[in-house]
Nanobody, 116 residues
Framework: QVQLVESGGGLVQPGGSLRLSCVAS????????MSWYRQCPEKERELVAA????????NYGDSMKDRFTISRINRKNTVYLQMNSLKPEDTAVYYC?????????WGQGTQVTVSS
């Protein structure tokens, strides 16, 4: 079955960086676009970044542009989210997502906390 396992979250000071990873299994990774979402406390889940199957195109949520970079290595079945210049408002649980035949699959999430 489809599995997405996120890692790399943690506590970081404002202005710091983190790199999240999501390892996928149970489907042909190289055939599907992948996305990162986040859910901040008391807010709805929002799109952070997305990348096409071959990695040729990306798009980002407005508040993440110029600070976050999504990438993927298909031979490793892994998608990454490099986050720089982190702000307290980036504190959230970050989720990996793939849509297959109209069904969305989610990982368990990884907590990112930005605080001094």
């Amino acid at each position: 079955q489809v599995q997405l396992v996120e890692s790399g979250g943690g506590l970081v000071q404002p202005g710091g960086s983190l790199r999240l990873s999501c390892v996928a299994s149970g489907f042909t990774f190289s055939s599907y676009a992948m996305s990162w979402y986040r859910q901040c406390p008391e807010k709805e889940r929002e799109l952070v970044a997305a990348i096409t199957s071959a990695g040729g195109r990306t798009n980002y949520g407005d508040s993440m542009k110029d600070r976050f970079t999504i990438s993927r290595i298909n031979r490793k079945n892994t998608v990454y989210l490099q986050m720089n210049s982190l702000k307290p408002e980036d504190t959230a649980v970050y989720y990996c997502n793939v849509r297959i035949l109209g069904h969305g699959y989610w990982g368990q999430g990884t907590q990112v906390t930005v605080s001094s």
